[in-house]
């Protein structure tokens, strides 16, 4: 276990919200010269080359999961982007995807420091009228920074009756 999620499971609040996450790239200048051409220059072509990486972490890591939930982009960012990249990569996975959660605009997390990042309410909703029933969970997003956007999603998710949630992120900063 990584010293991030020991310091998340010291933690009542968040202790068991997210079982795992596995990213596939560790983040460093040439991840972040290529999520910035992709995601703020709306080149999503960019995330094809990902595509046969991240598909090979899912079936490693997790061949046991029930549903794939991107997380969300508000509507805000979604229409100033074009695109949700945490869909995108979603997309490259063979499994059964779900757009269970909204978001609620914020500031830019990029914007934010480590402390803002970890200590930020949670903005996130489920939009179903029907509880989940156990199923196991699968995160997706593309970069895992502090942790904070992947167990705040999880959190509304084990409210509505998910089982184990993992999370599978593209880069891990």
């Given at each position: 276990m990584c010293y991030d999620c020991v310091r998340w499971e010291g933690d009542a609040e968040w202790k068991d919200a997210l079982r795992m996450n596995?990213?596939?790239?560790?983040?460093?200048?040439?991840?972040?010269?290529?999520?910035?051409?992709?995601?703020?220059?709306?080149?999503?072509?960019?995330?094809?080359?990902?595509?046969?990486?991240?598909?090979?972490?899912?079936?490693?890591?997790?061949?046991?999961?029930?549903?794939?939930?991107?997380?969300?982009?508000?509507?805000?960012?979604?229409?100033?982007?074009?695109?949700?990249?945490?869909?995108?990569?979603?997309?490259?996975?063979?499994?059964?995807?779900?757009?269970?959660?909204?978001?609620?605009?914020?500031?830019?997390?990029?914007?934010?420091?480590?402390?803002?990042?970890?200590?930020?309410?949670?903005?996130?909703r489920y939009n179903k009228s029907n509880r989940l029933t156990g199923q196991s969970i699968l995160l997706i997003d593309d970069i895992y920074t502090t942790g904070s956007t992947l167990r705040h999603a999880a959190n509304i998710l084990r409210e509505q009756g998910a089982g184990e949630i993992f999370s599978l992120t593209l880069v891990r900063g």
């Open positions: 596995h990213s596939v790239y560790t983040y460093n200048d040439t991840m972040k010269d290529v999520l910035a051409t992709a995601k703020f220059r709306g080149d999503i072509a960019l995330f094809a080359m990902f595509e046969s990486p991240f598909q090979q972490a899912y079936t490693t890591h997790f061949p046991h999961i029930d549903l794939v939930v991107p997380i969300p982009l508000s509507n805000e960012r979604l229409y100033e982007r074009g695109f949700n990249q945490a869909t995108v990569l979603a997309a490259f996975l063979p499994a059964r995807i779900e757009e269970l959660l909204t978001r609620t605009h914020t500031e830019k997390q990029s914007k934010k420091s480590r402390a803002e990042r970890i200590h930020v309410e949670n903005v996130f």
